[in-house]
Structures are given as C-alpha cells and as structure tokens.
C-alpha cells in the first residue's frame, strides 16, 4: 500500500502493544507474532481487493473476515494447543487495533 512502511508499522505496534497481557509469548516470540500479523494483514488485503498493485482497491477491509484469516494462519504457522490459539486470538484481537491506529496516524485510512 502506498504510503505504508511495514518497519514503521512493527515499530508503532510492538511499542503499543500490552506486553503483561501477552506474557505467554516471550519478547522475541511477540515480535515475530506482530511481523507476521503485518504480512498476513496486507496478504488479506491484496487477495481481497482491498489493496491493488499497492495502491486502494475497490473492496472495503473486512474487520472480522481480516481477524479471522491472520489469526488462522498465525495458529497454522505458529501450532500449539487451544490455550496457544486463544493467545494468539488475544494478540490479533490488540493487533487489529493498533494497526488501524498506526494506518490512521499515517493519513492511510478513509472513513465512509
């Protein structure tokens, strides 16, 4: 997406994020979380129109469709048990918000 620098993004994240409501993952295992919740948050977003050829699509962001296909993939890549994926939920669900607050910070995001 023009406009989007995804360093800036893990950055703003990672330093938002509530650290002591993710203590199950270790600093190094929450910074690899967020960096792949960043890549598979823009893969959602180019396979769903939303971003085309980095520029805006025609498709609106599907919140809770984007939710879900981060956190599945996160779960599939990261594995563990129903108490992991529920962590992992946990962290896309803050994830989800700090990322709009970074894109809104950035002038990425139009309200309709």
Not at 59 to 71: G, M, P, Q, T
């Amino acid at each position: 997406m023009q406009g989007y620098d995804k360093e800036a993004a893990v950055n703003f994240i990672a330093g938002h994020i509530d650290k002591g409501a993710h203590k199950g993952f270790s600093p190094k295992e929450l910074d690899a979380l967020l960096r792949q919740a960043v890549e598979l948050d823009l893969k959602y977003m180019e396979e769903n129109g939303v971003i085309v050829d980095g520029m805006a699509g025609d498709n609106f962001y599907d919140d809770d469709d984007a939710f879900e296909y981060i956190s599945e993939n996160l779960i599939k890549l990261y594995g563990g048990n129903d108490q992991t994926a529920m962590r992992i939920c946990a962290l896309v669900d803050d994830y989800m918000d700090l990322q709009e607050s970074y894109m809104e910070q950035s002038g990425l995001v139009e309200w309709e």
